[in-house]
Protein backbone atom coordinates (compact mmCIF):
# COMPACT_ATOMS: atom_id res chain seq x y z
CA UNK A 1 0.00 0.00 0.00
CA UNK A 2 2.78 2.36 0.91
CA UNK A 3 4.47 3.10 -2.50
CA UNK A 4 7.86 4.33 -1.25
CA UNK A 5 8.75 1.26 -0.05
CA UNK A 6 9.33 -2.22 -1.61
CA UNK A 7 10.21 -5.73 -1.15
CA UNK A 8 12.51 -5.68 -4.35
CA UNK A 9 15.97 -5.38 -3.90
CA UNK A 10 17.23 -5.50 -7.20
CA UNK A 11 19.26 -2.72 -9.58
CA UNK A 12 18.58 -0.92 -6.48
CA UNK A 13 21.36 2.06 -5.54
CA UNK A 14 22.83 2.31 -2.13
CA UNK A 15 22.30 5.52 0.27
CA UNK A 16 25.52 5.42 2.52
CA UNK A 17 24.70 6.98 5.72
CA UNK A 18 27.54 8.50 7.04
CA UNK A 19 27.55 10.28 10.75
CA UNK A 20 29.80 13.28 10.32
CA UNK A 21 32.24 12.88 12.55
CA UNK A 22 33.28 10.18 11.12
CA UNK A 23 33.09 11.40 7.22
CA UNK A 24 36.97 11.82 6.88
CA UNK A 25 37.71 8.76 7.28
CA UNK A 26 35.20 6.71 5.59
CA UNK A 27 36.38 9.03 2.36
CA UNK A 28 39.98 7.49 3.25
CA UNK A 29 38.80 4.28 2.08
CA UNK A 30 36.89 5.20 -1.61
CA UNK A 31 38.48 5.08 -4.63
CA UNK A 32 39.89 7.82 -6.30
CA UNK A 33 36.88 9.05 -8.20
CA UNK A 34 34.87 8.76 -5.38
CA UNK A 35 37.03 11.29 -3.66
CA UNK A 36 37.83 13.34 -6.54
CA UNK A 37 34.26 13.63 -7.16
CA UNK A 38 33.75 14.96 -3.87
CA UNK A 39 36.47 17.25 -3.80
CA UNK A 40 35.58 18.92 -6.80
CA UNK A 41 31.92 19.46 -5.93
CA UNK A 42 33.61 20.74 -3.00
CA UNK A 43 31.35 18.07 -0.61
CA UNK A 44 31.90 18.57 3.11
CA UNK A 45 30.19 15.78 4.52
CA UNK A 46 28.66 18.27 6.97
CA UNK A 47 25.07 16.87 8.03
CA UNK A 48 22.62 17.68 5.97
CA UNK A 49 24.65 17.62 2.92
CA UNK A 50 23.28 14.80 0.18
CA UNK A 51 25.71 13.98 -3.01
CA UNK A 52 24.62 11.86 -5.92
CA UNK A 53 27.73 10.16 -7.19
CA UNK A 54 27.84 8.89 -10.76
CA UNK A 55 29.50 5.82 -12.36
CA UNK A 56 31.79 6.41 -15.23
CA UNK A 57 29.32 6.14 -17.63
CA UNK A 58 27.11 9.52 -16.10
CA UNK A 59 24.56 7.32 -14.26
CA UNK A 60 23.73 7.67 -10.46
CA UNK A 61 25.93 5.00 -8.48
CA UNK A 62 25.45 5.84 -5.00
CA UNK A 63 23.95 7.94 -2.64
CA UNK A 64 25.96 10.03 0.35
CA UNK A 65 23.87 11.11 2.78
CA UNK A 66 25.59 13.20 5.80
CA UNK A 67 23.51 13.43 9.62
CA UNK A 68 24.76 14.68 12.95
CA UNK A 69 24.46 11.72 15.03
CA UNK A 70 22.90 8.69 15.48
CA UNK A 71 19.55 10.17 16.91
CA UNK A 72 18.84 12.61 13.97
CA UNK A 73 17.12 10.29 11.39
CA UNK A 74 15.23 12.85 10.26
CA UNK A 75 18.02 13.98 7.79
CA UNK A 76 16.38 11.28 5.73
CA UNK A 77 13.47 12.28 5.91
CA UNK A 78 13.32 14.54 2.62
CA UNK A 79 14.87 11.98 0.28
CA UNK A 80 11.90 10.09 -1.36
CA UNK A 81 10.52 13.01 -2.67
CA UNK A 82 13.90 14.80 -3.83
CA UNK A 83 15.94 11.38 -5.32
CA UNK A 84 15.14 10.83 -8.45
CA UNK A 85 12.51 8.41 -8.59
CA UNK A 86 13.68 4.43 -8.80
CA UNK A 87 14.66 1.86 -5.94
CA UNK A 88 16.91 2.49 -3.23
CA UNK A 89 18.47 0.44 -0.23
CA UNK A 90 20.58 1.84 2.99
CA UNK A 91 24.50 0.82 3.03
CA UNK A 92 25.31 1.76 6.71
CA UNK A 93 26.33 -0.37 9.78
CA UNK A 94 24.00 1.40 12.06
CA UNK A 95 22.17 -0.97 14.97
CA UNK A 96 18.83 -2.58 13.58
CA UNK A 97 17.13 -0.73 16.35
CA UNK A 98 18.51 2.85 15.07
CA UNK A 99 18.22 2.17 11.68
CA UNK A 100 15.04 1.60 12.21
CA UNK A 101 13.80 5.19 12.58
CA UNK A 102 15.42 6.13 9.28
CA UNK A 103 13.00 3.89 7.54
CA UNK A 104 10.36 5.47 9.74
CA UNK A 105 11.43 8.97 8.61
CA UNK A 106 11.74 7.91 4.43
CA UNK A 107 8.36 6.31 4.97
CA UNK A 108 6.86 9.66 6.71
CA UNK A 109 8.97 12.16 4.28
CA UNK A 110 6.72 10.65 1.34
CA UNK A 111 3.49 11.87 2.71
CA UNK A 112 1.09 13.59 0.09
CA UNK A 113 -1.88 15.17 0.40
CA UNK A 114 -3.70 14.28 -2.90
CA UNK A 115 -7.25 14.19 -2.31
CA UNK A 116 -8.20 17.31 -4.38
CA UNK A 117 -4.63 17.60 -6.49
CA UNK A 118 -2.65 15.21 -8.20
CA UNK A 119 1.01 14.72 -7.23
CA UNK A 120 3.56 16.17 -9.02
CA UNK A 121 5.86 12.98 -8.70
CA UNK A 122 6.09 9.18 -6.98
CA UNK A 123 8.35 9.10 -3.84
CA UNK A 124 11.68 7.48 -4.48
CA UNK A 125 11.15 3.96 -3.06
CA UNK A 126 13.62 2.27 -0.36
CA UNK A 127 14.05 -1.18 -0.67
CA UNK A 128 12.33 -2.20 3.18
CA UNK A 129 14.16 -5.11 4.97
CA UNK A 130 11.42 -7.66 6.27
CA UNK A 131 12.29 -7.46 9.86
CA UNK A 132 11.50 -3.96 9.41
CA UNK A 133 8.16 -4.31 8.27
CA UNK A 134 6.96 -3.14 11.71
CA UNK A 135 7.58 0.48 10.78
CA UNK A 136 4.74 0.27 8.01
CA UNK A 137 2.33 0.47 10.76
CA UNK A 138 3.57 3.54 12.35
CA UNK A 139 3.54 5.50 8.81
CA UNK A 140 0.49 4.23 7.84
CA UNK A 141 -1.11 5.24 11.35
CA UNK A 142 0.05 8.54 10.95
CA UNK A 143 -0.77 9.09 7.26
CA UNK A 144 -4.19 8.03 8.30
CA UNK A 145 -3.78 10.97 10.89
CA UNK A 146 -2.36 13.39 8.59
CA UNK A 147 -5.31 12.87 6.21
CA UNK A 148 -7.60 13.09 8.92
CA UNK A 149 -7.05 16.55 9.59
CA UNK A 150 -5.88 17.74 6.42
CA UNK A 151 -9.75 16.84 4.90
CA UNK A 152 -11.54 20.10 4.73
CA UNK A 153 -14.67 20.42 7.22
CA UNK A 154 -16.96 19.54 4.32
CA UNK A 155 -15.89 16.22 3.86
CA UNK A 156 -14.83 15.50 7.57
CA UNK A 157 -17.71 16.46 9.66
CA UNK A 158 -18.88 14.69 12.53
CA UNK A 159 -20.49 12.12 10.68
CA UNK A 160 -17.37 11.53 8.00
CA UNK A 161 -15.12 11.17 11.39
CA UNK A 162 -17.83 8.52 12.81
CA UNK A 163 -17.51 6.62 9.04
CA UNK A 164 -13.62 6.92 9.23
CA UNK A 165 -14.00 5.63 12.60
CA UNK A 166 -16.16 2.65 11.86
CA UNK A 167 -14.10 1.89 8.97
CA UNK A 168 -11.23 1.32 11.13
CA UNK A 169 -12.96 -0.59 13.82
CA UNK A 170 -14.56 -2.96 10.55
CA UNK A 171 -10.89 -3.45 9.44
CA UNK A 172 -9.47 -4.51 12.84
CA UNK A 173 -12.99 -6.40 14.22
CA UNK A 174 -13.40 -3.90 16.68
CA UNK A 175 -16.86 -2.89 18.27
CA UNK A 176 -18.50 0.42 17.58
CA UNK A 177 -21.01 2.57 18.88
CA UNK A 178 -22.20 5.90 18.18
CA UNK A 179 -24.67 7.92 20.42
CA UNK A 180 -25.82 10.64 17.78
CA UNK A 181 -27.66 14.20 18.29
CA UNK A 182 -30.81 13.47 21.18
CA UNK A 183 -30.24 10.32 22.30
CA UNK A 184 -26.70 12.30 23.45
CA UNK A 185 -29.27 13.94 25.80
CA UNK A 186 -31.06 10.53 26.57
CA UNK A 187 -27.92 9.25 27.57
CA UNK A 188 -26.96 12.02 29.97
CA UNK A 189 -23.83 13.88 27.49
CA UNK A 190 -25.18 17.18 27.96
CA UNK A 191 -22.24 19.10 27.42
CA UNK A 192 -21.01 17.22 24.03
CA UNK A 193 -24.91 18.02 22.53
CA UNK A 194 -24.68 21.67 23.75
CA UNK A 195 -21.91 22.43 21.96
CA UNK A 196 -22.70 20.74 18.78
CA UNK A 197 -26.05 21.37 18.41
CA UNK A 198 -26.23 24.50 15.99
CA UNK A 199 -24.28 22.44 13.49
CA UNK A 200 -26.19 21.04 10.61
CA UNK A 201 -24.01 17.71 10.85
CA UNK A 202 -25.34 16.24 14.36
CA UNK A 203 -23.27 16.03 17.88
CA UNK A 204 -22.00 12.06 18.41
CA UNK A 205 -19.56 10.35 20.78
CA UNK A 206 -17.93 7.79 18.81
CA UNK A 207 -17.20 4.73 20.98
CA UNK A 208 -14.87 2.00 19.77
CA UNK A 209 -13.41 -1.04 22.06
CA UNK A 210 -10.92 -3.79 20.73
CA UNK A 211 -9.16 -6.37 22.65
CA UNK A 212 -9.47 -9.13 25.01
CA UNK A 213 -11.37 -7.93 28.57
CA UNK A 214 -8.81 -9.53 30.47
CA UNK A 215 -5.96 -7.30 29.38
CA UNK A 216 -5.18 -4.03 30.70
CA UNK A 217 -7.54 -1.63 30.46
CA UNK A 218 -6.32 1.73 28.22
CA UNK A 219 -8.61 4.31 27.39
CA UNK A 220 -7.98 7.20 24.84
CA UNK A 221 -10.28 10.30 24.26
CA UNK A 222 -9.85 12.36 21.79
CA UNK A 223 -10.98 16.12 20.70
CA UNK A 224 -13.14 15.94 17.93
CA UNK A 225 -14.13 19.07 16.85
CA UNK A 226 -14.40 19.21 13.48
CA UNK A 227 -14.20 22.75 13.03
CA UNK A 228 -14.37 25.94 15.91
CA UNK A 229 -15.80 28.93 14.68
CA UNK A 230 -15.29 29.83 18.32
CA UNK A 231 -18.98 29.60 18.65
CA UNK A 232 -21.00 32.81 19.61
CA UNK A 233 -17.70 34.26 20.74
CA UNK A 234 -16.41 33.68 17.55
CA UNK A 235 -12.72 33.74 16.27
CA UNK A 236 -11.41 36.53 14.20
CA UNK A 237 -10.82 35.39 10.39
CA UNK A 238 -6.97 34.67 10.78
CA UNK A 239 -7.42 32.80 13.78
CA UNK A 240 -10.36 30.89 12.84
CA UNK A 241 -8.55 29.55 8.75
CA UNK A 242 -6.91 26.69 10.50
CA UNK A 243 -9.78 25.34 12.72
CA UNK A 244 -10.67 22.34 10.47
CA UNK A 245 -7.71 20.68 12.54
CA UNK A 246 -9.73 20.90 15.80
CA UNK A 247 -10.60 16.83 15.66
CA UNK A 248 -6.78 16.69 15.29
CA UNK A 249 -7.23 15.22 19.09
CA UNK A 250 -10.01 12.45 17.92
CA UNK A 251 -7.43 11.80 14.77
CA UNK A 252 -4.91 10.91 17.00
CA UNK A 253 -6.99 9.00 19.50
CA UNK A 254 -8.34 6.87 16.35
CA UNK A 255 -4.60 6.47 14.75
CA UNK A 256 -3.06 5.71 17.84
CA UNK A 257 -5.84 3.11 18.16
CA UNK A 258 -4.88 1.82 14.53
CA UNK A 259 -1.22 1.59 15.95
CA UNK A 260 -2.33 -0.56 18.79
CA UNK A 261 -4.16 -2.88 17.05
CA UNK A 262 -2.01 -3.70 14.03
CA UNK A 263 0.11 -4.32 16.68
CA UNK A 264 -2.18 -6.76 18.51
CA UNK A 265 -0.80 -5.02 21.70
CA UNK A 266 -2.11 -7.10 24.64
CA UNK A 267 -4.27 -4.33 26.16
CA UNK A 268 -8.56 -4.04 26.22
CA UNK A 269 -8.71 -0.77 24.14
CA UNK A 270 -11.43 1.57 24.27
CA UNK A 271 -11.51 5.28 22.26
CA UNK A 272 -14.23 8.11 22.79
CA UNK A 273 -14.20 10.87 20.48
CA UNK A 274 -17.07 13.48 20.85
CA UNK A 275 -17.50 14.82 17.63
CA UNK A 276 -18.90 17.63 17.07
CA UNK A 277 -18.79 21.18 14.81
CA UNK A 278 -18.36 24.38 17.42
CA UNK A 279 -21.26 26.09 15.13
CA UNK A 280 -22.99 29.43 14.67
CA UNK A 281 -26.78 29.66 14.59
CA UNK A 282 -30.06 30.45 16.77
CA UNK A 283 -29.91 27.60 18.52
CA UNK A 284 -25.97 27.83 19.32
CA UNK A 285 -25.00 27.87 23.16
CA UNK A 286 -24.53 30.96 24.52
CA UNK A 287 -22.29 32.80 26.79
CA UNK A 288 -23.45 32.85 30.24
CA UNK A 289 -25.53 29.71 30.32
CA UNK A 290 -25.55 26.97 32.54
CA UNK A 291 -25.51 23.63 31.18
CA UNK A 292 -25.64 20.46 33.53
CA UNK A 293 -22.49 17.64 32.73
CA UNK A 294 -22.34 13.88 32.67
CA UNK A 295 -20.90 13.90 35.86
CA UNK A 296 -23.37 15.80 37.47
CA UNK A 297 -21.19 19.38 37.75
CA UNK A 298 -22.99 22.53 36.75
CA UNK A 299 -21.03 24.43 34.04
CA UNK A 300 -21.20 28.20 33.32
CA UNK A 301 -20.34 28.98 29.47
CA UNK A 302 -17.58 32.01 30.29
CA UNK A 303 -16.65 31.75 26.54
CA UNK A 304 -18.33 29.36 23.57
CA UNK A 305 -14.45 29.12 22.22
CA UNK A 306 -13.56 26.93 25.14
CA UNK A 307 -15.91 24.26 24.12
CA UNK A 308 -12.92 21.54 23.63
CA UNK A 309 -13.02 21.29 27.25
CA UNK A 310 -16.40 20.55 27.11
CA UNK A 311 -16.77 17.87 25.09
CA UNK A 312 -13.95 16.28 26.62
CA UNK A 313 -15.42 16.77 29.99
CA UNK A 314 -18.89 14.20 29.35
CA UNK A 315 -16.32 11.61 27.20
CA UNK A 316 -13.95 11.57 30.44
CA UNK A 317 -16.48 11.48 33.14
CA UNK A 318 -17.72 7.96 30.71
CA UNK A 319 -13.70 7.21 30.87
CA UNK A 320 -13.22 7.39 34.44
CA UNK A 321 -16.54 5.21 34.83
CA UNK A 322 -14.59 2.23 34.17
CA UNK A 323 -11.61 2.91 36.01
CA UNK A 324 -8.90 1.80 33.28
CA UNK A 325 -5.64 1.34 34.05
CA UNK A 326 -4.40 4.64 32.03
CA UNK A 327 -6.62 7.24 30.40
CA UNK A 328 -4.67 9.50 27.81
CA UNK A 329 -6.55 12.14 25.96
CA UNK A 330 -5.54 14.00 23.16
CA UNK A 331 -6.45 17.49 21.85
CA UNK A 332 -5.86 20.87 20.49
CA UNK A 333 -6.85 22.97 23.63
CA UNK A 334 -5.75 25.96 23.89
CA UNK A 335 -4.06 28.67 21.78
CA UNK A 336 -2.05 29.56 25.34
CA UNK A 337 -0.06 26.10 25.11
CA UNK A 338 1.05 27.27 21.83
CA UNK A 339 2.45 30.38 23.38
CA UNK A 340 4.23 28.43 26.21
CA UNK A 341 5.88 26.17 24.20
CA UNK A 342 5.27 27.08 20.13
CA UNK A 343 3.56 25.00 18.09
CA UNK A 344 6.18 21.63 17.74
CA UNK A 345 6.25 20.64 21.14
CA UNK A 346 3.55 19.03 22.97
CA UNK A 347 1.98 20.28 26.34
CA UNK A 348 2.23 16.78 28.70
CA UNK A 349 -0.08 17.01 31.59
CA UNK A 350 0.06 13.68 34.05
CA UNK A 351 -0.68 13.15 37.42
CA UNK A 352 1.23 10.18 38.15
CA UNK A 353 5.08 11.59 37.89
CA UNK A 354 6.27 8.11 37.15
CA UNK A 355 4.15 7.72 34.23
CA UNK A 356 4.93 11.05 32.84
CA UNK A 357 9.00 10.88 33.49
CA UNK A 358 9.10 7.39 31.45
CA UNK A 359 6.78 8.97 28.48
CA UNK A 360 9.07 11.79 28.65
CA UNK A 361 12.25 9.21 27.56
CA UNK A 362 10.58 8.10 25.00
CA UNK A 363 9.78 11.43 23.82
CA UNK A 364 13.61 12.17 23.33
CA UNK A 365 14.57 8.54 22.33
CA UNK A 366 11.78 9.18 19.08
CA UNK A 367 12.46 12.49 18.62
CA UNK A 368 9.08 13.23 19.33
CA UNK A 369 9.15 16.53 21.42
CA UNK A 370 6.74 16.81 24.40
CA UNK A 371 7.01 19.20 27.42
CA UNK A 372 5.80 18.56 31.23
CA UNK A 373 3.35 21.28 32.03
CA UNK A 374 2.24 21.49 35.75
CA UNK A 375 -1.14 20.90 37.28
CA UNK A 376 -1.31 23.89 39.33
CA UNK A 377 -3.97 23.26 42.07
CA UNK A 378 -3.72 26.84 43.07
CA UNK A 379 -5.19 28.14 39.55
CA UNK A 380 -8.33 26.28 40.11
CA UNK A 381 -9.68 29.42 41.64
CA UNK A 382 -9.63 31.05 38.52
CA UNK A 383 -12.71 28.83 36.99
CA UNK A 384 -15.00 29.62 40.19
CA UNK A 385 -18.13 30.35 39.53
CA UNK A 386 -20.95 32.64 41.29
CA UNK A 387 -23.55 30.70 40.00
CA UNK A 388 -22.55 27.06 38.91
CA UNK A 389 -20.11 24.63 40.50
CA UNK A 390 -17.08 25.42 37.54
CA UNK A 391 -16.80 28.07 34.47
CA UNK A 392 -15.57 26.83 31.25
CA UNK A 393 -13.37 29.39 30.88
CA UNK A 394 -10.57 31.46 33.52
CA UNK A 395 -11.22 34.52 35.22
CA UNK A 396 -8.28 36.67 33.55
CA UNK A 397 -6.12 35.61 30.90
CA UNK A 398 -2.55 33.54 32.47
CA UNK A 399 -2.01 30.17 32.38
CA UNK A 400 -4.71 29.05 29.73
CA UNK A 401 -3.39 25.66 29.66
CA UNK A 402 -3.10 25.24 33.03
CA UNK A 403 -6.58 26.11 33.81
CA UNK A 404 -7.80 24.02 30.92
CA UNK A 405 -6.62 21.47 32.21
CA UNK A 406 -7.53 21.48 35.64
CA UNK A 407 -10.72 21.84 34.26
CA UNK A 408 -10.61 18.53 32.60
CA UNK A 409 -9.14 17.34 35.88
CA UNK A 410 -12.71 17.90 37.68
CA UNK A 411 -14.35 15.23 35.50
CA UNK A 412 -11.58 12.55 35.87
CA UNK A 413 -10.40 10.54 39.51
CA UNK A 414 -7.20 10.94 40.69
CA UNK A 415 -6.86 7.64 41.17
CA UNK A 416 -7.09 6.56 37.51
CA UNK A 417 -3.45 7.58 35.62
CA UNK A 418 -3.76 10.19 32.93
CA UNK A 419 -2.39 11.89 30.71
CA UNK A 420 -3.39 15.37 29.07
CA UNK A 421 -1.62 16.23 25.67
CA UNK A 422 -2.65 20.05 24.36
CA UNK A 423 -0.76 20.06 20.34
CA UNK A 424 -0.60 21.55 17.77
CA UNK A 425 -1.57 18.58 15.46
CA UNK A 426 -0.03 20.71 12.29
CA UNK A 427 3.34 21.69 10.68
CA UNK A 428 3.34 25.72 9.82
CA UNK A 429 5.94 24.91 7.62
CA UNK A 430 7.61 21.72 5.98
CA UNK A 431 10.49 20.28 7.50
CA UNK A 432 12.66 16.79 6.34
CA UNK A 433 10.07 14.01 7.22
CA UNK A 434 7.27 16.39 8.70
CA UNK A 435 5.71 18.29 5.74
CA UNK A 436 3.27 21.29 5.95
CA UNK A 437 -0.49 20.50 7.26
CA UNK A 438 -1.88 18.24 9.68
CA UNK A 439 0.93 16.10 11.70
CA UNK A 440 0.52 13.75 14.37
CA UNK A 441 2.24 14.50 17.42
CA UNK A 442 3.30 12.97 20.61
CA UNK A 443 2.12 9.60 18.64
CA UNK A 444 5.35 7.93 18.31
CA UNK A 445 6.93 8.53 21.58
CA UNK A 446 3.03 7.07 23.10
CA UNK A 447 3.18 4.07 20.78
CA UNK A 448 6.60 3.73 21.90
CA UNK A 449 6.12 3.74 25.78
CA UNK A 450 2.62 1.72 25.50
CA UNK A 451 4.92 -1.06 23.39
CA UNK A 452 7.33 -1.24 26.55
CA UNK A 453 4.99 -0.71 28.83
CA UNK A 454 2.28 -3.58 27.88
CA UNK A 455 3.76 -5.81 25.55
CA UNK A 456 4.76 -8.88 27.79
CA UNK A 457 6.37 -10.67 24.55
N1 LIG B 1 -9.31 25.11 19.29
C1 LIG B 1 -8.98 26.18 20.14
C2 LIG B 1 -7.53 26.18 20.60
C3 LIG B 1 -6.46 26.33 19.56
C4 LIG B 1 -6.26 27.52 18.92
C5 LIG B 1 -5.59 25.29 19.36
C6 LIG B 1 -5.22 27.65 18.02
C7 LIG B 1 -4.53 25.40 18.45
C8 LIG B 1 -4.36 26.60 17.80
C9 LIG B 1 -9.83 26.17 21.41
O1 LIG B 1 -11.10 25.65 21.31
C10 LIG B 1 -9.95 27.59 21.86
O2 LIG B 1 -10.42 28.38 21.11
N2 LIG B 1 -9.49 27.89 23.08
C11 LIG B 1 -9.52 29.20 23.61
C12 LIG B 1 -9.94 29.12 25.07
C13 LIG B 1 -10.27 30.44 25.71
C14 LIG B 1 -11.51 31.03 25.08
C15 LIG B 1 -10.48 30.22 27.18
C16 LIG B 1 -8.12 29.81 23.49
O3 LIG B 1 -7.14 29.09 23.66
O4 LIG B 1 -8.03 30.99 23.19
ZN1 LIG C 1 -12.55 27.08 20.65
ZN1 LIG D 1 -11.35 24.23 19.78
Not at 131 to 138: L, P, S, V
Not at 388 to 398: L, M
Request: net charge neutral; with cysteine.
Amino acid sequence: MLTCFTSNTKHSTPIALIIQKNFSAWLKKQNSFTKKYLESTRFRGEAGNVALLPNSSGKISQIICCISDINNFWSVGSLSLTLPEGVYHFDSDFDESDLQRFYMAWGLGAYQFMRYKKANRKPAQLSLPKKHNEIINIVESIYFVRDLINIPTDDMGPSELADAATKLAKQFRAQIKHIVGENLLKQNYPLIYAVGRASDDAPRLIDLRWGNKKHPRITLVGKGVCFDTGGLDIKPSFAMLLMKKDMAGGAHALGLARMIMQAKLPVCLRVLVPAVENAIAGNAFRPGDVINSRKGLTVEIGNTDAEGRLVLADALTEAASEKPELIIDLSTLTGAARVAVGTEISALFCNKDEIANEVLLHSEKQNDPMWRMPLFAPYRDSLNSSIADINNAGSDSYAGAITAALFLKEFITDDIPWMHFDMMAWNLKSRAGRPQGGEAMALRALFSYLQEKFNVT
